[in-house]
Structures are given as C-alpha cells and as structure tokens.
C-alpha cells in the first residue's frame, strides 16, 4: 500500500468508528483493532522489501547487487572526509596558506546512510515487538 494513502485510509477508519461505536469503550477497542492492521500492513511492507533485498544481493550482476555496497562506501567515506578528513585539511591549508578545501553536506550523508541501514525503521520494528520503552 502507498505510504500517503496510509493516513488518509486510518483517518476514514476513524470516521467510521466514530459513527458506529457511540459507547467509547467500544470506539476504543475497535481504533486498537483498525491501528493493529495498520501496523501489520507496515510490517508485510517490510518483510517485503527484506526480501527484495536479499534476492537483489544474492543477483550475480554488479549492477544489481553492487548497488548497495556502492552507496554504503560512497557515504562512508564521504562521512570520514566530512568528520576527519576536512578538518584535517583545513589545518593543513592553513598552516601552509592554501585555499581551505571545500566542505561536503554532512546533513546528507547521514540522512542517505542512515536510509541504507535502515536504521529509520528500527523504532518501529521495537514498537511491533513490543520494546517501546
């Protein structure tokens, strides 16, 4: 299911609990019930793209399976020049008088690395599995 649809879908379930549950320990009980099948269809969503990924690594193409790989060095390194390496260089133009290099968009690397290990979607799995605290 598309991720904007989501919203709108749990909204229109709500309006109907609203309409056919006037007693709010039945409304209450059935919006529990409508945000559980919410939750189990953004759990398929991902054990479906787990599995993509793991059938676009085991792939024999670079092109198909190289991707990841490509992106996860390309921002680690990016990351190591934009942490360590730029300072060390702009010390280094300084103490010699060279133009200071340029700087990189920490922002976004960290944004795209995070994204590539998915480290955005582990406060939901917690909350799935029940380790919310």
């Given at each position: 299911m598309n991720p904007l649809l989501l919203g709108s879908v749990?909204?229109?379930?709500?309006?109907?609990?609203?309409?056919?549950?006037p007693d709010p320990a039945q409304k209450?009980?059935?919006?529990?019930?409508?945000?559980?099948?919410?939750?189990?269809?953004?759990?398929?969503?991902?054990?479906?793209q787990l599995e993509i990924n793991a059938k676009e690594a085991a792939h024999p193409s670079v092109f198909v399976a190289g991707w990841r790989p490509f992106v996860g060095w390309s921002c680690g390194v990016g990351l190591v020049y934009a942490t360590v390496g730029h300072n060390?260089?702009?010390?280094?133009?300084?103490?010699?008088?060279?133009?200071a290099p340029p700087a990189v968009d920490a922002d976004l690397l960290v944004y795209t690395?995070?994204?590539l290990l998915g480290i955005g979607g582990l406060r939901t799995l917690e909350k799935v599995k029940g380790v919310s605290k």
């Open positions: 749990f909204e229109l379930g709500e309006k109907i609990i609203d309409r056919l549950f209450a009980q059935a919006e529990l019930e409508l945000l559980k099948l919410t939750q189990s269809g953004d759990l398929q969503t991902t054990l479906a060390l260089l702009v010390w280094l133009a300084q103490a010699k008088g060279w133009p690395l995070g994204g």
